[in-house]
């Protein structure tokens, strides 16, 4: 009788250990997940109307509307798929930028060109 008895508790103090170490591991878990603020990134299109290399804007149209976004030191920007300077950007060139609002700035997060089609 003394060995299942010992058996049963051995069990229920095995089940015990279990259920407070997941139970412990949930709430580290729970504290660990600190509220994220969400960065809300736009997209506009739209062709290279100016660029000042000293201020690092762009501007950019799309019909009668224009955008200035101010280029980042980790602003990415490509031309074909390639990576490029800020310097080898063009006026005319057809332009996707990805950006996001900073106070009242636009900011360029990545700047993604062509050449513009010909018409």
């Known amino acids: 009788m003394s060995k299942s ?13 279990f259920s407070f170490t997941t139970t412990a591991q949930r709430q580290s878990a729970a504290r660990s997940k600190a509220p994220v603020q969400e960065i809300r990134h736009e997209k506009f299109m739209g062709f290279v109307e100016a660029f000042d ?29 390639k990576a490029i300077p800020l310097d080898k950007l063009k006026i005319g060139m057809r332009a996707t930028v990805e950006y996001r609002e900073e106070g ?3 900011v360029a997060e990545s700047i993604y060109l062509s050449t513009p089609p010909f018409c």
Request: glycine share 0%.
């Open 53 to 81: 290399e000293a201020t690092r804007e762009v501007l950019v149209q799309r019909n009668r509307q224009t955008m200035n976004f101010s280029v980042a030191d980790n602003t990415k920007i490509y031309f074909d798929k």
């Open 5 to 17: 008895l010992l058996r049963a508790v051995t069990i229920i103090l095995t089940i015990v250990a």
């Open 104 to 106: 009242d700035r636009l």
